[in-house]
Nanobody, 117 residues
Framework: QVQLVESGGGLVQPGGSLRLSCLASGSISNIRVMGWYRQAPGKQRELVARITSSGSTNYADSVKGRFTISRDNAKDTVYLQMNSLKPEDTAVYYC???????????WGQGTQVTVSS
């Protein structure tokens, strides 16, 4: 089993920044992909950003140029740096981990991000 614990959410004004962290623990030796998803009220959960063990990344079009995903393998942690936040970024953000892009069954509990003035 793999456990994921997110932190770093909160309330921020439009244009502000937040950094989310996701600490992975448990049987993580075969985890090759980690990512961030988000779910806004009344909407489906969507991929925000993903990073592989080789460092390859991909982003949703809506966050390209504003968000950056990174990972610290020594700390078993993945980060999501969010800049130039917009009200439409408001959502619960979930950390996700798996063995490849198609097999990523582990989820964190979610952290709320609210962008509002």
């Amino acid at each position: 089993q793999v456990q994921l614990v997110e932190s770093g959410g909160g309330l921020v004004q439009p244009g502000g920044s937040l950094r989310l962290s996701c600490l992975a623990s448990g049987s993580i030796s075969n985890i090759r992909v980690m990512g961030w998803y988000r779910q806004a009220p009344g909407k489906q959960r969507e991929l925000v950003a993903r990073i592989t063990s080789s460092g390859s990344t991909n982003y949703a079009d809506s966050v390209k140029g504003r968000f950056t995903i990174s990972r610290d393998n020594a700390k078993d942690t993945v980060y999501l740096q969010m800049n130039s936040l917009k009200p439409e970024d408001t959502a619960v953000y979930y950390c996700n981990a798996g063995y490849n892009i198609l097999t990523a069954p582990y989820w964190g509990q979610g952290t709320q991000v609210t962008v509002s003035s």
